[in-house]
T-cell receptor, first 112, second 111 residues
Framework: GQSLEQPSEVTAVEGAIVQINCTYQ??????LSWYQQHDGGAPTFLSY????GLEETGRFSSFLSRSDSYGYLLLQELQMKDSASYFC?????????????FGTGTKLQVIP | NAGVTQTPKFQVLKTGQSMTLQCAQD?????MSWYRQDPGMGLRLIHY???????DQGEVPNGYNVSRSTTEDFPLRLLSAAPSQTSVYFC??????????FGSGTRLTVV
């Protein structure tokens, strides 16, 4: 089967750095995505990693280690507006087709 | 703005009523899907479509029907609403790189 694990809640201070981890178990792994969702809003795409290593987009970076079945989202210079839920999502190939499975999300609270 | 448009944003139904949630996208994406989001359970796939005329079940399809007559539209129909279907519903389309664009959501309450 497939499973994704990420912490349910994380609290961090404004201006600091926070790392949100995601571990997964799946066969036919293709890549790992991250989405941000503010309360009452829709999920929005942040990043996608298909290869090992770090991808940087402004204050946000995403990392993948395929051998460890592990990835993380790194948020730097935290701002109050970064308070949101963050979902990892695994793209995999199984039974002749590709699919994407979302994790249950990590609620990030940024405090002053 | 290009994207996914969902209507209505809010809806209250009585048990046993039926309704259709509308979804339209203007990005010419072949793949569209419907999710429900409940507290602590993330996004669960209800139904999806890989192109006009083709639909299939996801993880939690019971109580829902879909159709895909055009590339743009992918409505979700609740056949006979139940309190267990109280949830937030998101429609999404997917590009060729498997990036998802979500609609703004429909908050449904069944009483």
């Amino acid at each position: 089967g497939q499973s994704l694990e990420q912490p349910s809640e994380v609290t961090a201070v404004e201006g600091a750095i926070v790392q949100i981890n995601c571990t997964y178990q799946t066969s036919g792994f293709y890549g790992l995505s991250w989405y941000q969702q503010h309360d009452g809003g829709a999920p929005t795409f942040l990043s996608y990693n298909a290869l090992d290593g770090l991808e940087e987009t402004g204050r946000f970076s995403s990392f993948l280690s395929r051998s460890d079945s592990y990835g993380y989202l790194l948020l730097q210079e935290l701002q109050m507006k970064d308070s949101a839920s963050y979902f990892c999502a695994v793209r995999s190939y199984s039974g002749g087709y590709q699919k994407v499975t979302f994790g249950t999300g990590t609620k990030l609270q940024v405090i002053p | 703005n290009a994207g996914v448009t969902q209507t209505p944003k809010f809806q209250v139904l009585k048990t046993g009523q039926s309704m259709t949630l509308q979804c339209a996208q203007d990005m010419n994406h072949e793949y569209m899907s419907w999710y429900r989001q409940d507290p602590g359970m993330g996004l669960r796939l209800i139904h999806y479509s890989v192109g006009a005329g083709i639909t299939d079940q996801g993880e939690v399809p019971n109580g829902y029907n879909v159709s895909r007559s055009t590339t743009e539209d992918f409505p979700l129909r609740l056949l006979s609403a139940a309190p267990s279907q109280t949830s937030v519903y998101f429609c999404a389309s997917r590009d060729l790189n498997y990036g998802y664009t979500f609609g703004s959501g429909t908050r449904l309450t069944v009483v």
